[in-house]
T-cell receptor, first 110, second 112 residues
Framework: RKEVEQDPGPFNVPEGATVAFNCTYSNSASQSFFWYRQDCRKEPKLLMS?????NEDGRFTAQLNRASQYISLLIRDSKLSDSATYLCVVNKGSNYQLIWGAGTKLIIKP | DGGITQSPKYLFRKEGQNVTLSCEQN?????MYWYRQDPGQGLRLIYY???????QKGDIAEGYSVSREKKESFPLTVTSAQKNPTAFYLCASSMQANSPLHFGNGTRLTVT
C-alpha cells in the first residue's frame, strides 16, 4: 500500500459545480498535511495547509480525518482556472520527511 | 522579486554524460531540496540541505550528487550512474525545516 494515495482522475466537472476529493495516508504518526496545486508542466504551488479543525480559504475547504486517516479538499463554485492537478502532501516531521501523492487531475469544463 | 531560479528549462544529453542542473534562490532560505517527478508518481526527494556546507541524501540519491558552497546555490549533478535520468527535476527551498516549500519552475531533462 502506498503511503499517500490519491485517485488520479481526471475528474471532469462543469463550471460552477462543487467538487471534492480525498487523499488517504497510511502512517498514523503523520503530523501535518498540505494541498499543493500543480498546473501542467509547471512547479507545484502551496494551496493550503490542513489543520485538525479544518480550514477554509475562499472557495476552498480542507479537512482532516485522523481516525480514518484521510484529508479532503472541497472546491465550491468551480472556475475554469481551477483546472490543475492537486497534490496531497503528508509530513512525518520535517520537510525532508514529506510524502507526496501522485495527484488528482481536475478538469473544469465550460 | 525574490524567488528560485532553475536553469535550463529543457536539457538534452546523451547517455553516459554527466549533467549539472542549476538552482539559485534569493529568498535567504536556509533549507534547499531537489526532487524528481515522474509521470503517475509523487515527487521523490533526491537530496536536501539544511545549511551551507551540509547536505543529506533523500530517498533516491543514487546516481546524483550535490554541493552547497553558498546559501543561494544548490546545484544537482546527474551522473552517468543514474539508470533512468529522464525526468522533471524540481528544486525547492524553505525558510526552516517545517516551513512551506517554494519551488523553482523546474528543469525537464531528457537523456537519449
Amino acid at each position: 500500500r502506498k503511503e499517500v494515495e490519491q485517485d488520479p482522475g481526471p475528474f471532469n466537472v462543469p463550471e460552477g459545480a462543487t467538487v471534492a476529493f480525498n487523499c488517504t495516508y497510511s502512517n498514523s504518526a503523520s503530523q501535518s498535511f498540505f494541498w499543493y496545486r500543480q498546473d501542467c508542466r509547471k512547479e507545484p504551488k502551496l494551496l493550503m495547509s490542513v489543520y485538525s479543525s479544518g480550514n477554509e480559504d475562499g472557495r476552498f475547504t480542507a479537512q482532516l480525518n485522523r481516525a480514518s486517516q484521510y484529508i479532503s479538499l472541497l472546491i465550491r463554485d468551480s472556475k475554469l482556472s481551477d483546472s490543475a492537478t492537486y497534490l496531497c502532501v503528508v509530513n512525518k516531521g520535517s520537510n525532508y520527511q514529506l510524502i507526496w501523492g501522485a495527484g488528482t487531475k481536475l478538469i473544469i469544463k465550460p | 522579486d525574490g524567488g528560485i531560479t532553475q536553469s535550463p528549462k529543457y536539457l538534452f544529453r546523451k547517455e553516459g554524460q554527466n549533467v549539472t542542473l542549476s538552482c539559485e534562490q534569493n529568498l535567504n532560505h536556509d533549507a534547499m531540496y531537489w526532487y524528481r517527478q515522474d509521470p503517475g508518481q509523487g515527487l521523490r526527494l533526491i537530496y536536501y540541505s539544511q545549511i551551507v556546507n551540509d547536505f543529506q541524501k533523500g530517498d533516491i540519491a543514487e546516481g546524483y550528487s550535490v554541493s552547497r558552497e553558498k546559501k543561494e546555490s544548490f546545484p544537482l549533478t546527474v551522473t552517468s550512474a543514474q539508470k533512468n535520468p529522464t525526468a522533471f527535476y524540481l528544486c525547492a527551498s524553505s525558510m526552516q525545516a517545517n516551513s512551506p516549500l517554494h519551488f523553482g519552475n523546474g528543469t525537464r531533462l531528457t537523456v537519449t
